[in-house]
């Protein structure tokens, strides 16, 4: 016989509402109570009946989370990050993919499903995701990139920042022609590029415009083309930050390419820590992103939009990590 939310109440001591209350995903739960609540469902092997719970709260128990075919490097941890944090808060998720271009297809597409709240980590317009948080449907939450709208809840890493560490660590290890590849072609700067600038700076040298070059996508592709265009000029960079690590994968083939040894005359480091990175050859530097964490905040966000339409707006930022490895020299000159 299948399990019911009084045997989950008697099993963690708790009343039937605190149990409903967990498995709603409602937020004011304390940390200790919903984790014996969580391991009184999964020891019980409790499944709420989404029909009843529909019926009665007008609730699917579904999230829907908008992820990029490319756009996005870690999407698929996040993707495995999101579905475990969502089952916690009693959610189930249905994901839904965008195309390669920053529009609001996915968004579009995940609104128009019956689901109690949208996680976007796909790329869209700040136009777009407006009209999506001030229209009538799901709650909204970003995973990752930079706020586009201070309507919009967030969760992601400090882009600038992150950028700026990964200079540091180029410049401590004695490069100082860096470039960097990720730049927006359209007129809007790259999140990540205050912190490029900052980090040049710091350490007396003069960011040339040259050295910046744009990526439509964070495809190897683009990396591939904007590195040889950047290595085979008369003032070659001795060192690319690449603002994905598929663009430092594709950045690292070009240096080859052209006859360039990686990071003998050219050091490369990306951001994301992708699985595809740390087997390359050689292995590729990068800026680890907590998707872990991403995920449970975005999730737990979700949560509270859901069941407060009109809290505080909120920006959290997640923590990241600069990882060394050999396409970087780590060894001061």
Do not use: W
Request: proline fraction near 8%; charged fraction near 20%.
């Amino acid at each position: 016989m299948a399990s019911t939310l009084r045997d989950v109440a008697r099993l963690a001591g708790v009343s039937v509402k605190t149990v409903s209350n967990v498995v709603n995903g409602y937020p004011h739960v304390s940390p200790d109570v919903r984790r014996r609540v969580e391991t009184a469902v999964a020891e019980l092997h409790y499944r709420p009946n989404a029909s009843a719970r529909t019926l009665r709260t007008g609730r699917t128990g579904m999230l829907a989370l908008v992820l990029p075919t490319t756009d996005l490097p870690y999407a698929g941890d996040l993707a495995g990050a999101v579905v475990h944090a969502a089952a916690q808060q009693g959610y189930r998720v249905v994901v839904a993919h965008d195309d390669d271009q920053p529009t609001s297809s996915g968004l579009h597409d995940a609104r128009t499903i019956p689901v109690d709240g949208v996680l976007v980590g796909a790329p869209v317009t700040p136009g777009d995701l407006g009209r999506a948080v001030t229209a009538t449907g799901p709650p909204v939450v970003l995973i990752g990139g930079a706020p586009h709208d201070q309507r919009c809840d967030r969760v992601g890493i400090d882009v600038a920042q992150a950028a700026e560490d990964a200079t540091n660590h180029l410049l401590r290890v004695g490069r100082r022609r860096i470039a960097a590849i990720g730049e927006r072609p359209a007129a809007s700067p790259h999140p990540g590029t205050p912190g490029y600038h900052r980090a040049l700076r710091r350490a007396g040298l003069v960011p040339v415009s040259g050295r910046l070059l744009p990526a439509p996508h964070h495809r190897r592709a683009d990396g591939y083309r904007a590195a040889r265009e950047l290595l085979v000029g008369p003032d070659r960079p001795d060192a690319i930050l690449c603002s994905s690590d598929p663009l430092a994968i594709g950045a690292m083939r070009a240096a080859f390419d052209v006859g360039l040894r990686v990071p003998d005359d050219v050091a490369v480091i990306g951001i994301g820590d992708i699985e595809e990175g740390r087997y390359s050859r050689p292995t590729l530097s990068t800026v680890a992103v907590d998707t872990g964490f991403l995920a449970r905040e975005a999730v737990a966000r979700l949560a509270v939009r859901i069941g407060q339409p009109d809290a505080a707006v909120a920006d959290i930022i997640a923590p990241h990590t600069v990882l060394p490895r050999e396409s970087t020299d780590t060894t001061p000159r």
